[in-house]
């Protein structure tokens, strides 16, 4: 199986190209190689590798940027992802895309399941969204995974941030009102790697239908009290910190350029049946993530 990995430098792309190693041989591209808004480098990168299998870890991701970056964004998440759609469909390669709680606007007072309706706050929310919708229209076989609160022991995320500040400040302010399950990229990647690895044989077999699924830890948490366990784990490992109090806010309280749902909790029911998976808990990912330190 050849696997053409994009987005190789990212939290979750850094980790599915090693785990995907035992799948065959991996194709993994950053930004650098291939730049998902020069369209026709895409395109040929794809028809010169001629992949078994394309997995899409790269996307524009700064939320509050996209406010004001619409054109790029959609650029990205949407236009980009068209062209892996189209590409796919030609060479007959299965497609894994990866998408956000962020279409959603975290209304729903239960965890959100793969057929609710979107409706996205934010231009981020709105290009994920886009993006989703160009691979649904292509007739590529695909899945679309949706995550949420990605964290890592590498790259830009908030268990990283927390970890500074802590160690910079003793007190921090930290949002309460958004729910959600933290997500480690490492426990991403493995279950990508499983589903793959399912999703061929179904294919192999002409039982493969393509879906969206729900993929992230189980549990939920706020970020306040991600960050209350972020600290209290960090210290069990030793990590030297100032930190003496995390107090909890409204979001009105940390005003952002993109409105973010209150509610980013998604059911992974769906994919736990399909796969046979057992989902472990947030807290027991962050457990591992930060041993690493």
């Not at 995907?20 to 020069?38: M, Y």
């Not at 993109?258 to 029911?269: E, F, G, M, V, Y």
Request: include cysteine.
């Amino acid at each position: 199986m050849k696997i053409l990995l994009l987005g190789s430098n990212g939290q979750v792309g850094f980790e599915l190209a090693r785990t995907f190693l035992p799948l065959g041989e991996v194709i993994a591209v950053n930004r650098e190689k291939v730049d998902l808004s020069d369209l026709e480098k895409l395109r040929e990168t794809i028809q010169t590798i001629s992949p078994d299998v394309i997995v899409n870890a790269a996307a524009y991701t700064a939320v509050d940027k996209a406010e004001t970056e619409r054109v790029l964004a959609f650029a990205i998440n949407a236009g980009a992802v068209a062209v892996l759609a189209q590409e796919a469909k030609k060479i007959k390669a299965l497609l894994i895309h990866y998408s956000t709680d962020y279409v959603f606007d975290g209304t729903k007072d239960i965890p959100y399941n793969e057929k609710d309706v979107t409706n996205p706050l934010s231009i981020y929310g709105e290009s994920k969204l886009a993006g989703e919708q160009e691979i649904q229209q292509s007739g590529a076989d695909y899945l679309i995974l949706r995550t949420t609160w990605v964290f890592a022991s590498r790259g830009q995320n908030f268990v990283k941030s927390i970890l500074r500040l802590a160690a910079e400040r003793e007190d921090l302010n930290i949002v309460a009102d958004q729910i959600g399950a933290p997500t480690s990229a490492r426990f991403i990647a493995e279950t990508t790697a499983h589903i793959l690895r399912q999703t061929q044989q179904e294919r192999d077999a002409k039982t493969f239908h393509s879906a969206i699924y729900n993929l992230t830890n189980s549990g939920e948490t706020s970020w306040h009290g991600f960050a209350e366990k972020i600290v209290e784990l960090a210290r069990r490992e030793k990590i030297e910190l100032k930190n003496r109090f995390i107090n909890p806010i409204p979001t009105s309280g940390y005003p952002t350029p993109a409105k973010r749902p209150l509610n980013s909790r998604l059911s992974t029911q769906k994919l736990s049946q399909h796969f046979g998976l057992t989902m472990p808990s947030w807290e027991t990912v962050l457990e591992l993530c930060l041993a690493e330190k």
